[in-house]
């Protein structure tokens, strides 16, 4: 077997791990998640030699530039037209989450695609664009602290989490506000490959290891 076709089969075994964006998504609610599972990695002393076991790549609705809440200008991997299937996806927020929640071509690919991966996750306000493509029903979640009331009114049928700062219900994980997002894909990383990659992973890069899911920040 060639080195090329060695290296397929190790791509086709990874996590197809797709991070949605759009037009004022907010930075850190992507980087932090993207950051995380990139650099993952199964075996410490090859950290240079092997890649992450997520191949992590980002989405958006066209293949246009996607200019950030703070002025960064991106270019996705993919559109929805061609986007890969996936294993995880990650849903940020941001102020562009309000005009995003009326756009029913996301929510559509959103719901479409949620039943196809094993584990869907948002940060931020990410989960109100979930809520809104019909995602949320009968679950636990939470979002930013200021939108958290906001998020109660929107979907009744939503267990609003006022007190965590991530939540895990069953294929579903959620978090508070942007640097949050970092938190809840160790517990992803966590609950793919096991606590000791993720604290490995939370390790180099000297960020502290999630002992608990309490919310960081008093909200009363």
Not at 204 to 210: A, H, K, L, N, R
């Amino acid at each position: 077997m060639s080195a090329g076709n060695c290296r397929g089969r190790n791509m086709e075994k990874r996590k197809q791990t797709g991070i949605v964006i759009f037009n004022d998504v907010e930075a850190l609610d992507y980087c932090g998640p993207f950051e995380v599972f990139s650099v993952v990695r199964l075996n410490e002393q090859k950290r240079r030699e092997e890649p992450s076991p997520f191949h992590v790549f980002l989405v958006a609705e066209t293949k246009n530039i996607i200019v950030t809440a703070g002025g960064m200008k991106v270019v996705p991997d993919y559109a929805f037209d061609d986007c890969p299937p996936l294993d995880i996806l990650v849903v940020p927020g941001g102020w562009g989450t309000r005009a995003e929640m009326n756009n029913e071509r996301l929510l559509g690919w959103l719901a479409r695609r949620a039943r196809q991966v094993e584990t869907l996750a948002a940060v931020c306000t990410g989960a109100l664009l979930l809520g809104k493509a019909g995602l949320l029903d009968g679950k636990r979640a939470t979002t930013h602290w200021r939108s958290l009331e906001w998020m109660q009114e929107l979907f009744p049928k939503t267990r609003v989490e006022r007190q965590l700062h991530f939540v895990e219900d069953g294929a579903l994980f959620t978090s508070a506000g942007i640097s949050a997002g970092i938190d809840m894909a160790l517990k992803v990383v966590a609950r793919h490959f096991g606590e000791a990659i993720a604290r490995a992973t939370a390790r180099q890069m000297e960020y502290p290891f999630p002992e608990s899911d309490a919310r960081r920040i008093s909200i009363d």
